[in-house]
């Protein structure tokens, strides 16, 4: 069953279908109509998106369709999806990376890229295949969010596309920024401000937290390695009480697994390793580094450097590719709409200046508009055995290699 509604007869018609997808024997046609207005059996894109927020508009039947689509995004992510309270008029603020880049590719190709503010959790949702039941040691499985799943909208902008668990469910775009999601662990300080957790473990015994319905998802820290020892983390423990294992645990989002470290429910934190600058608040609470204001609790994420800190960033094994324009479900042919129009905006001087415009250069893809005398390259970019300062700056340095041998020894 599906919801079709016509506002004109065949060939001047402009429809958006919401429901389940329509059958490949389904005329594109207005209800009663006597002529199919394309052939039974036609399998254009746009029919097999039409279901999941995309719009098909033509003004007679010999001019070319102009398509709508419908991408989802958050506004607590800056500076890739956010929220300027200072914007008036018809947009209400909503902002971003993601925003700038689809709205400026699709004027140059000719598709309408509407950006629609929703929650995170629609769009991928930590417990989307599998809800967690304790009374029978269930645990929670994540999968597509209801938004995705019911069509509210064609896809979901600015995710990274990882390995693991998101392709059995979804298929994502080519990428707008290069390999620019680098994980890292968290860890608090002790009062003298080394690292309760050391870049050098391999969290064999320790309980790691992972931010639920982001990314870098849990199933990824198999395809990181330590960037202090060169090697792969141990396994994740199937049983309580391991010892040569970690155990995962899972907060809802960035907040709420933050302060599951904070309380000691967790002795890391798996989660972006630009998470904390991205989420450094100034007095006015607003971010500081993308002047958005903050949608988190800023004092969850205030004392970086001095509460808590990065023993691992410039983890990139867990990505396939970089941040994506739109993620969207499997075989709905929403990339292969969107990806010809990414690569053209590409090559252009306006993708150049939106990099500028969110310090974002380090991360693009360069074309001829890039001088090289932009770049900004920030830590958390960096693997850790890089890293020279203290753990005062956020980035803890791997440890001495005399520490190591001195902790080995029997």
Not at 91 to 111: M, P, T, Y
Not at 170 to 181: G, P, R, T
Not at 216 to 225: L, N, Q, Y
Not at 248 to 275: H, P, V, W
Request: aromatic content about 10%; charged content about 20%.
């Amino acid at each position: 069953m599906f919801l079709m509604t016509p506002m004109h007869a065949c060939g001047v018609l402009s429809f958006l279908v919401v429901g389940t997808a329509a059958s490949a024997s389904a005329p594109v046609c207005a209800e009663g109509d006597g002529n199919a207005c394309e052939p039974a059996g036609a399998q254009s894109l746009l029919q097999k998106t039409s279901s999941i927020g995309v719009k098909k508009i033509a003004s007679d039947e010999h001019e070319s369709k102009r398509k709508t689509i419908i991408l989802g995004q958050d506004v607590n992510w800056p500076p890739y999806a956010y929220k300027d309270e200072t914007e008036a008029g018809e947009n209400g603020g909503l902002s971003g990376f993601g925003k700038d880049f689809g709205e400026a590719a699709g004027e140059l190709c000719g598709i309408d890229i509407i950006f629609d503010q929703t929650n995170w959790k629609n769009c991928w949702d930590s417990e989307g295949y599998q809800l967690a039941d304790p009374a029978v040691n269930q645990a929670a499985s994540p999968g597509i969010g209801q938004g995705l799943l019911n069509g509210w909208y064609a896809g979901c902008t600015t995710y990274t596309h990882l390995h693991g668990v998101r392709n059995r469910f979804l298929e994502f775009s080519d990428a707008i920024l290069n390999q620019n999601k680098p994980a890292g662990l968290i860890v608090m300080l002790n009062s003298d401000g080394t690292p309760k957790v050391d870049g050098l473990s391999n969290l064999a015994g320790k309980t790691v937290v992972d931010v639920g319905g982001w990314a870098p998802t849990a199933d990824t820290i198999a395809f990181v390695e330590n960037k202090c020892t060169g090697e792969q983390y141990a396994s994740m423990c199937t049983e309580s009480g391991g010892t040569d294992c970690y155990t995962l645990t899972t907060g809802e989002g960035n907040d709420a697994s933050m302060k599951m470290l904070r309380d000691g429910e967790a002795d890391a934190m798996f989660i972006y390793a630009d998470q904390a600058h991205n989420y450094e608040c100034d007095a006015d609470g607003k971010s500081k580094n993308a002047g958005a204001v903050a949608t988190w609790n800023c004092s969850l994420w205030a004392n970086f450097g001095t509460d808590y800190a990065y023993v691992q960033t410039g983890q990139f094994g867990h990505a396939m590719n970089g941040t994506t324009l739109a993620m969207s479900q499997r075989g709905s042919g929403v990339a292969e709409i969107l990806n010809p129009c990414i690569q053209d905006f590409l090559k252009t001087k306006e993708y150049y200046d939106l990099c500028l415009k969110h310090d974002l250069v380090d991360s693009c893809y360069r074309n001829e508009f890039f001088t090289g005398t932009e770049t900004h390259h920030h830590a958390y970019m960096e693997a850790t055995h890089a890293h020279t300062s203290g753990c005062n700056s956020g980035y803890c340095p791997c440890p001495p290699v005399e520490e190591q041998d001195k902790e080995e020894a029997p």
